[in-house]
């Protein structure tokens, strides 16, 4: 069944790439694409309040069913009015399936076509999830795009493994597909294929022939090479109607955004930009600053001159490094605030740039990085320059 709450509109496509501006319609709001989704595994973006995440600028946020299920239990969530009562936030929410955090957390897996079953991270009781489960979770949270259970294998998966995993992907997507019965929620497949062409392209033909909402691009940035990843990309939405909003999981990098948005990739997350900011690091289109290095001990100006997010136009270089160093949670608070207020701003320029008719969307140029206060030998900048009109 698919959503009648749902749908994706193209509003400009590029004449000479397969970048392209679109609109998705949930129940809780519009999304204009391409988009990037914070990250809130377990109901918050760290360090963030709701309020604070959508002033700067986000309409959607991304919840883990996994670890909501076993913390602190979809009956809990149910009795206090669903995920968004629960979080506070009134806008559209998309629930991952748990696929990925039974390769990353879980322990002695034992994975089969009926399901997977698996130690649990939080107190090594076994659990067992099957598609028909992970349906039941993400419609009782209430989230307006949940996704079908995949497997997702690492990077060193043999074409044999990849290939089994592949056939299991398909029963399973079909499974979630044939037990979602929410028409207020829309579900999105998931491709796998690992970094194997052949396997790919079978993957993204049997998931949309399942006649998703949406598709999901899984199983890479994994471990392989950029470049791999987006020949992955390149391969996979090749075989995805154009009608279809493509979603890239956990990429969250200026020029890894850009790149894929020119190949078609209408949807982002990565946890990227929050876990950078805990760990005492800023991102700018300088490249990343590491706020624990002394050359940042007197600095006068803000994280990145010209960003005008609330940190930046608050607070000095020294007194975020004085709060990183004494582990303050306010300087990871304020890191976190820049870190969004980038992805969030570079998600708009590249809209825009689209909209107007650049070329491909814009493209990215690397040049040699003149920051003193990078800290980074040979480092090198990403700036986002528009090509010629079409």
């Keep these: 069944m698919s959503s009648s709450a749902f749908s994706f509109t193209v509003e400009r496509e590029a004449n000479s790439s397969r970048a392209r501006a679109g609109r998705i319609d949930t129940p809780h709001g519009s999304i204009l694409t391409p988009v ?12 963030m309040k709701p309020e604070e995440v959508s002033e700067l600028g986000f309409e959607i946020l991304l919840t883990n069913a996994y670890h909501l299920w076993l913390r602190p239990g979809i009956e809990v969530v149910e009795k206090l009015g669903g ?9 559209a929410i998309l629930s991952d399936s748990g696929g990925f955090q039974i390769l990353s957390l879980g322990s002695d897996v034992r994975t089969t076509e009926e399901g997977a079953s698996f130690k649990n991270h939080i107190n090594g009781s076994r659990v067992f999830l099957t598609p028909e489960i992970s349906m039941e ?6 989230t307006d795009i949940a996704m079908s259970l995949d497997e997702c294998l690492p990077f060193s998966a043999t074409k044999e493994r990849v290939r089994d995993s592949v056939s299991l992907n398909k029963n399973w997507a079909l499974r979630s597909k044939l037990s979602h019965t929410s028409e207020k929620q829309a579900i999105f497949g998931i491709v796998q294929g690992g970094v194997f062409k052949d396997l790919r392209k079978e993957s993204a033909k049997e998931i949309t022939e399942i006649g998703f909402d949406g598709c999901g691009i899984g199983g890479l940035s994994v471990g392989e090479p950029r470049e791999l990843t987006l020949e992955m990309v390149d391969t996979t939405i090749s075989e995805i109607p154009r009608e279809t909003p493509v979603y890239l999981m956990g990429v969250g990098d200026f020029k890894g955004i ?11 997350d990565s946890v990227l930009p929050t876990r950078l900011a805990r760990n005492g690091c800023a ?10 290095n002394a050359v940042h001990a007197h600095a006068e100006g803000p994280v990145e001159e010209g960003c005008e997010c609330y940190t930046c ?18 300087g990871l608070h304020l890191l976190t605030i820049h870190n969004l207020w980038k992805l969030s701003s570079f998600m708009n320029e590249l809209r825009d740039s689209i909209l107007r008719g650049n070329k491909d969307g814009g493209k990215m140029g690397v040049r040699s990085c003149n920051d003193t206060f990078c800290g980074r030998s040979r480092c090198k900048t990403v700036r986002w320059t528009p090509k010629m009109k079409v």
Excluded: M
């Design 283 to 292: 991102l700018t289109l300088g490249g990343r600053l590491n706020f624990r």
């Design 258 to 268: 850009a790149e894929a948005v020119s190949l078609g990739v209408d949807i982002f």
């Design 36 to 47: 990037f989704i914070p990250v809130g595994t377990r109901g918050t973006v760290k360090t």
């Design 313 to 330: 136009r608050s607070f000095s270089r020294a007194y975020i490094r004085h709060l990183v160093v004494e582990k303050e949670i306010l």
């Design 137 to 142: 979770i993400q419609e009782r949270l209430g």
């Design 83 to 91: 995920i968004h009562k629960f979080i506070g936030w009134d806008k």
